[in-house]
């Protein structure tokens, strides 16, 4: 059977996975890059929202060829559609931020990773993993052909559902209850109040969870909900066929693809690596557990990862010990406020409809100009007094 050698094998060319292989590339360390996708970044699962200081810490720059649309602000929409608008003219947006392609963006994320001087092979699907002394041997297939891939380090980035953590033995998997079910459409003649916002709609349409509508320009968005399946005996599919039917920006709408995935909101686990190994993305919990999203914090841990990793095959140490390192950057650049923010999640599912009402009420017609953090948390906890006990600690 064929053998490839290499230093580092990333499994999966997300955008966590391609990151980390560009970095690990420019630490000078061989690399190989596999999905098991024909085309990287094909079907999409994911609402292609990111953030422009997200993409500026990863020191990306914006390229038309994957920006469908820049963004001015957010609507928040409770249960009985009163709406709070959070836009430019009314607030610093510190977040402001765009869509994606992603189906370009990926590829091109992996672009980089080549240019870096990473391999890339697709349509390469790992299937098992077997522990050697200086590292693993995965088991591959590609187009019919069974192989080996000798590494004395893999990375594994393959994403929500991911295999390879737990054949080299870290717990990583998300449990069911903090996996979140979500379905999307994107779809055309989609009319929106205001389609340079992004729309969030809370309560009863989405529990556990909440429907969003991304514009992609023009008459484009994508239209779609997560939900906590604890939380509902409906499919995210069935919520989302009644959330469309029933916007107004939507019932006109027809789609033109459907995209069905799993995102785990619950949080990071402690462990990331161990001897030979490290796992980064989604395969490793790095989701911000509020909003969902995943791209800029899973790269992120991809960046980190491909450093350590680099600097762990120039230094011949491959020890857990030495790729804690990334464990702890990790902790540090996005564990903290994911911890945040699962704590903020787990205010909002306490919150019933009525309740949304009601805070969207108070908070309809603010200046936020003229209010600080601390005076919308005052302001919150008057409509909400629950907010004091368990987001008191956090402001
Ligand atoms: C409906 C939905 C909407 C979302 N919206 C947003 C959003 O607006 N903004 C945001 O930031 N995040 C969003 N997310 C989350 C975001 O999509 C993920 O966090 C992100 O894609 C994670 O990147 P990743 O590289 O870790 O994994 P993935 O992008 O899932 O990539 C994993 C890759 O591994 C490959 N793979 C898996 N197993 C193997 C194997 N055995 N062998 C070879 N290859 C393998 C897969 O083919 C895949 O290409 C959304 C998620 C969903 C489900």
Same mark, same amino acid.
């Given at each position: 059977?064929?053998?490839?050698?290499?230093?580092?094998?990333?499994?999966?060319?997300?955008?966590?996975?391609?990151?980390?292989?560009?970095? $690990?590339?420019? %630490? =000078?360390?061989?690399?190989?890059?596999?999905? &098991?996708?024909? #085309?990287?970044? +094909?079907?999409?699962?994911? /609402?292609?929202?990111?953030?422009?200081?997200?993409?500026?810490?990863?020191?990306?720059?914006?390229?038309?060829?994957?920006?469908?649309?820049?963004?001015?602000?957010?609507?928040?929409?409770?249960?009985?559609?009163?709406?709070?608008?959070?836009?430019?003219?009314?607030?610093?947006?510190?977040?402001?931020?765009?869509?994606?392609?992603?189906?370009?963006?990926?590829?091109?994320?992996?672009?980089?990773?080549?240019?870096?001087?990473?391999?890339?092979?697709?349509?390469?699907?790992?299937?098992?993993?077997?522990?050697?002394?200086?590292?693993?041997?995965?088991?591959?297939?590609?187009?019919?052909?069974?192989?080996?891939?000798?590494?004395?380090?893999?990375?594994?980035?393959?994403?929500?559902?991911?295999?390879? $953590?737990?054949? %080299? =033995?870290?717990?990583?998997?998300?449990?069911? &209850?903090?996996? #979140?079910?979500? +379905?999307?459409?994107?779809? /055309?003649?989609?009319?929106?109040?205001?389609?340079?916002?992004?729309?969030?709609?809370?309560?009863?349409?989405?529990?556990?969870?909440?429907?969003?509508?991304?514009?992609?320009?023009?008459?484009?968005?994508?239209?779609?909900?997560?939900?906590?399946?604890?939380?509902?005996?409906?499919?995210?599919?069935?919520?989302?066929?009644?959330?469309?039917?029933?916007?107004?920006?939507?019932?006109?709408?027809?789609?033109?693809?459907?995209?069905?995935?799993?995102?785990?909101?619950?949080?990071?686990?402690?462990?990331?690596?161990?001897?030979?190994?490290?796992?980064?993305?989604?395969?490793?919990?790095?989701?911000?557990?509020?909003?969902?999203?995943?791209?800029?914090?899973?790269?992120?841990?991809?960046?980190?990862?491909?450093?350590?990793?680099?600097?762990?095959?120039?230094?011949?140490?491959?020890?857990?010990?030495?790729?804690?390192?990334?464990?702890?950057?990790?902790?540090?650049?996005?564990?903290?406020?994911?911890?945040?923010?699962?704590?903020?999640?787990?205010?909002?599912?306490?919150?019933?409809?009525?309740?949304?009402?009601?805070?969207?009420?108070?908070?309809?017609?603010?200046?936020?100009?003229?209010?600080?953090?601390?005076?919308?948390?005052?302001?919150?906890?008057?409509?909400?007094?629950?907010?004091?006990?368990?987001?008191?600690?956090?402001?």
């Amino acid at each position: 059977m064929m053998l490839i050698e290499t230093d580092i094998l990333v499994i999966g060319a997300g955008p966590a996975g391609s990151t980390a292989a560009k970095h $690990a590339a420019e %630490g =000078g360390a061989r690399v190989l890059l596999m999905d &098991k996708k024909s #085309e990287i970044g +094909a079907p999409k699962r994911c /609402a292609e929202g990111v953030s422009n200081g997200g993409l500026e810490s990863l020191g990306i720059e914006k390229n038309p060829r994957w920006i469908t649309k820049e963004l001015d602000g957010v609507r928040l929409i409770s249960p009985n559609r009163t709406d709070v608008w959070l836009t430019s003219d009314k607030i610093d947006l510190p977040e402001a931020g765009c869509i994606l392609e992603r189906k370009v963006f990926d590829k091109y994320m992996a672009m980089d990773a080549a240019r870096a001087g990473a391999q890339i092979k697709i349509k390469t699907l790992a299937t098992g993993m077997e522990k050697t002394d200086d590292g693993y041997l995965v088991s591959a297939e590609s187009m019919g052909e069974s192989f080996q891939i000798k590494a004395k380090i893999v990375i594994a980035a393959d994403g929500p559902e991911s295999r390879v $953590a737990r054949w %080299g =033995g870290l717990n990583t998997t998300a449990k069911p &209850k903090d996996m #979140e079910s979500a +379905a999307q459409f994107e779809m /055309a003649g989609v009319e929106m109040e205001n389609n340079n916002c992004i729309e969030f709609y809370f309560g009863s349409v989405a529990p556990g969870g909440y429907a969003w509508i991304f514009p992609k320009g023009d008459d484009i968005a994508n239209v779609g909900l997560g939900i906590l399946a604890t939380k509902t005996d409906k499919t995210a599919y069935e919520h989302l066929l009644e959330f469309v039917a029933s916007n107004p920006a939507t019932e006109n709408a027809q789609p033109v693809e459907l995209n069905i995935g799993g995102d785990p909101v619950g949080g990071m686990p402690k462990k990331l690596v161990t001897d030979n190994l490290m796992v980064i993305g989604d395969a490793a919990g790095q989701v911000n557990p509020l909003t969902g999203g995943g791209i800029i914090s899973g790269m992120t841990g991809g960046m980190i990862a491909g450093k350590v990793a680099a600097e762990a095959i120039s230094e011949g140490d491959l020890s857990r010990k030495k790729l804690k390192k990334y464990e702890d950057e990790c902790q540090e650049a996005i564990g903290k406020s994911i911890n945040k923010y699962l704590k903020v999640k787990d205010y909002m599912l306490t919150l019933n409809d009525g309740e949304l009402d009601s805070i969207a009420e108070a908070f309809q017609d603010i200046e936020f100009e003229k209010v600080s953090t601390t005076e919308l948390v005052r302001k919150l906890v008057k409509v909400s007094p629950k907010a004091l006990l368990k987001l008191g600690k956090l402001f």
